[in-house]
Structure formats: C-alpha cells, structure tokens
Nanobody
Framework: QVQLVESGGGSVQAGESLRLSCAAS????????MGWYRQAPGKQRELVAT???????NYADSVKGRFTISRDNAKKRLYLQMNSLKPEDTAVYYC???????WGQGTQVTVSS
C-alpha cells in the first residue's frame, strides 16, 4: 500500500515561484517512476513531468525550462519546483506512482496576472 500526500500549493502572482512536495509512504518509492499531473477547471488531467528512480526526467512542453521535478529517495519525497509561473498554470496538482492507481489528494495552485 502506498499513500501520497501533496503540499506546497498556494496563490501567487505571475512570474513567482512555488515548490510542491509529495510525501510517500511504503517501501517501493525508491524503485518506481513518479509523476506530477495537473487538472485545471473544466479540463482533463494532464501529465506535467516524470522522474525515474535513477533521476531521468521528462516534461510537458508547456513547462519545459520553467519546472523541475526531483526526488529524494531516502526521504521518500517527490518535488516540483515551479518558476516563472503563468496564469495558465492554475490547477490542482497531483503526484502519482506511474502506472498505478496510487494518487495523492492534490494541492491547489493559483496564479494571478
């Protein structure tokens, strides 16, 4: 069983930064691929970034160069550093164990212009 708990969301102005965290329980964290997703109002949930157990990353085109995904396997933590935020980044952000039904409950990010 894996539990995921996101934190770090909030309301910011365009151009500012936020750092999201995802705390994981369970023993598999260090060996699984993790992902950050987001869902804006009225839109489908979309993949933002993924990171393998070894640290290889992939990003959606919309966030490349602005967001950085990272992980600390010892602490069982997943992170998403979000810089140069835009109003279109407003969404609920979720972490997930890729390929599984394990999702966090989400954290709201609101970016105003």
């Amino acid at each position: 069983q894996v539990q995921l708990v996101e934190s770090g969301g909030g309301s910011v102005q365009a151009g500012e930064s936020l750092r999201l965290s995802c705390a994981a329980s369970g023993s598999i964290f260090s060996i699984v691929v993790m992902g950050w997703y987001r869902q804006a109002p009225g839109k489908q949930r979309e993949l933002v970034a993924t990171i393998t157990s070894g640290g290889s990353t992939n990003y959606a085109d919309s966030v490349k160069g602005r967001f950085t995904i990272s992980r600390d396997n010892a602490k069982k933590r997943l992170y998403l550093q979000m810089n140069s935020l835009k109003p279109e980044d407003t969404a609920v952000y979720y972490c997930r164990v890729q390929g599984s039904t394990y999702w966090g409950q989400g954290t709201q990010v609101t970016v105003s212009s």
